[in-house]
């Protein structure tokens, strides 16, 4: 697998999900929805400043950030998101979700990591090291959390109770039933 992103500390996916298990119960603790498709906008929106008051969610028009559908800026608590992806993720489209999903996941994931951002001039390294590889894998795990997914029997189901894009639910299928 070719590396997407920099190197960052090693992480398991059981690393990760630990990680996204604890960012789900803070964010309950404000009332974010636990179970089924969360509402990460209402997240961002709503209970994140309450878990960290000094996060700061930029929606900026598409031709600002022309080679991104967002970033985020962990040192800073500062996520920027084009507009078309927060209005897609808004209406419930399953793609802008996992990107801002993707997108708490560097906030999470690489507090302390000064560059975390794709590029083309990081070093080769292992999957696990891989900033984008693990912003995903928290995507998967915070909006297909293991407890719920771990019983269902179709990618159809996940699809459809998570409010996910058919390859994202495909692939969290093919990885439950590995385990």
Same mark, same amino acid.
């Given at each position: 697998?070719?590396?997407?992103?920099?190197?960052?500390?090693?992480?398991?996916?059981?690393?990760? +999900?630990?990680?996204?298990?604890?960012?789900?119960?803070l964010l309950a603790v404000f009332g974010a929805k636990v179970t089924g498709a969360?509402?990460?906008?209402?997240?961002?929106?709503?209970?994140?400043?309450?878990?960290m008051?000094?996060?700061?969610?930029?929606?900026?028009?598409?031709?600002?950030?022309?080679?991104?559908?967002a970033r985020t800026y962990p040192e800073s608590s500062l996520m920027q998101v084009r507009e078309s992806v927060y209005e897609g993720a808004r209406s419930g489209n399953p793609r802008d979700r996992f990107t801002l999903a993707h997108e708490l996941g560097h906030l999470f994931l690489h507090q302390g990591v000064t560059a975390y951002a794709r590029s083309e001039n990081s070093p080769p390294h292992k999957v696990y090291e891989d900033s984008e590889w693990q912003a995903d894998t928290y995507a998967?795990?915070?909006?297909?959390?293991?407890?719920?997914?771990?019983?269902? +029997?179709?990618?159809?189901?996940?699809m459809l109770r998570f409010n996910v894009s058919e390859m994202a639910a495909q692939r969290r299928f093919r990885a439950i039933k590995k385990r």
């Open positions: 697998m070719q590396n997407r992103g920099h190197k960052v500390p090693p992480m398991s996916c059981n690393d990760i +999900r630990n990680i996204s298990e604890m960012t789900s119960d969360r509402n990460i906008v209402e997240l961002l929106d709503v209970q994140l400043p309450q878990l008051p000094g996060f700061t969610l930029q929606i900026l028009e598409d031709c600002e950030l022309p080679n991104d559908y998967a795990e915070f909006l297909m959390p293991m407890d719920e997914v771990k019983s269902i +029997r179709s990618h159809v189901e996940i």
